[in-house]
């Protein structure tokens, strides 16, 4: 993949739409069952068959810079231990010891060795059993046996991904299908982890569909970014994978590249910077929206699916280029809380409002307009998972085999 061609693109077709105040509609209106979000057979064949077979987005690299360095998470209900390896490489482990299913950790930090809390069973950093006490009582556990359970994960671009099925395929190219090539522009693997935070929501797809559309964005969020603010997104497709432009030429928190700025100078002079605007949405979970109030960093959010189908938890990571200085640590701390406002009291709080009306079971349909087409995309990747056969491999999924 040439990366600087499909950037170039993407920031002309976004220069058209800039200059026509016009976006690429999707061909028609939409509409599913209002039970979508509220079906709890549907809840739990999306944690099997989407959140156990997509690669789902867990870290940043830079959250885990050292050997040794752990993070703790749960994702739909399989609790998760990461930790980067003696050797460099990160690996994903259930976060359960194999004597009887003790959490090992629990809470993200720095550890030379894992140790069960219950029977101080211990583990190396590459998951190997390392000491069992009293073992002459106990007896002579299999060590292949008593490995820790890990899951296929992969490092790139900065982030690291992990198929939550101990037996899949590591075919993580079947699904990024280059994407990873275009968040390698940021240079993630050498920015600096600020701060990250959990806020409880609704269902996971009414929270995520948020991140997916520009058109609520002058309504909802009148009060923080203002009701000038343009309610219009370009959509970019890569596979299940997205990013969103929005057709605004003023100032705004999230997107201050000067995408039209492109437009006074020879393309082949077109700086990167302005080549990664907009938001970038990582199926089926995770988008990407970049700052620059105290220094330019950008907000990971991470929508998961939490422990009933009305139920989320979005992860907040808040990543910058180079740590805040004196100057801007107080501007970098605004622009957290900030953001965190935004979502946490006007996002989630519309979400949970929704699933209380969409739960009646009084509201049949919901519709998706030709402005919202990344939504649409969304849910109809979303459906593909769900209703591909369990024995379907990844890449079949994909529409490659």
């Known amino acids: 993949m040439d990366i ?27 509409s599913l069952p209002a039970s979508i979000y ?39 209900g399989i609790p998760l231990l990461l930790v980067r390896g003696r050797d460099g490489a990160v690996r994903t482990f259930l976060n359960a010891c194999t004597h009887r299913g003790a959490r090992l950790m629990r809470e993200c930090g720095h550890a030379a ?16 059993l390392l000491a069992v006490p009293a073992s002459e009582a106990f007896g002579d556990p299999d060590p292949d046996e008593s490995r820790l359970v890990s899951f296929p994960t992969t490092e790139r671009a900065g982030l690291i991904w992990a198929i939550l099925d101990p037996e899949a395929a590591p075919d993580f190219d079947a699904f990024l299908g280059g994407y990873d090539q275009l968040l390698a522009a940021f240079g993630f693997e050498n920015w600096h982890h600020f701060e990250s935070r959990s806020l409880a929501g609704a269902n996971w797809k009414l929270a995520f569909d948020a991140h997916l559309e520009f058109y609520h964005l002058p309504v909802l969020h009148r009060a923080t970014f203002g009701p000038k603010m343009s309610n219009l ?11 969103l432009g929005l057709v605004s030429r003023s100032e705004h928190v999230l997107e201050q590249d000067d995408v039209a700025g492109l437009a006074d100078i020879p393309e082949d002079d077109w700086p990167l910077l302005p080549l990664l605007f907009g938001e970038w949405i990582i199926f089926p979970n995770v988008s990407i929206n970049c700052f620059y109030k105290g220094g ?21 990571i808040f990543l910058h ?10 501007d970098a701390r605004a622009m957290s809380d900030f953001l965190g406002q935004v979502v946490g009291t006007e996002d989630l709080p519309m979400s949970r409002d ?10 049949a349909r919901v519709k998706f307009g030709r402005n919202e087409g990344g939504v649409q995309h969304f849910h109809e990747w979303t459906q593909r998972f769900v209703e591909a056969p369990a024995d379907w491999a990844l890449a079949h999924i994909m529409g490659q085999k």
């Not at 997104?233 to 990013?243: M, S």
């Not at 280029?321 to 107080?330: F, S, T, Y």
């Not at 929704?354 to 509201?363: I, N, R, Y």
């Open 4 to 30: 600087r061609a499909v950037l170039v693109a993407d920031a002309k077709r976004m220069l058209d739409c800039l200059k026509s105040g016009l976006i690429t509609p999707a061909p028609s209106i939409s």
């Open 38 to 76: 509220t079906d709890d057979e549907g809840f739990v064949l999306e944690k099997e068959r989407l959140f156990r077979r997509a690669p789902i987005m867990l870290a940043a690299s830079c959250e885990l810079r050292e050997p040794g360095d752990c993070k703790v998470m749960d994702v739909a």
């Open 113 to 128: 060795r894992f140790t069960c809390p219950y029977h101080a069973w211990s583990f190396r950093l590459d998951g190997s």
């Open 233 to 243: 997104a370009e959509y970019f497709y890569y596979g299940p994978l997205q990013r």
């Open 296 to 316: 330019r960093g950008v907000i990971i959010s991470q929508v998961f699916p939490g422990a009933t189908v009305g139920e989320s938890v979005t992860v907040q």
């Open 321 to 330: 280029e180079n740590p805040p200085g004196e100057a801007l640590l107080a």
């Open 354 to 363: 929704q699933q209380e009306t969409l739960s009646s079971g009084m509201l």
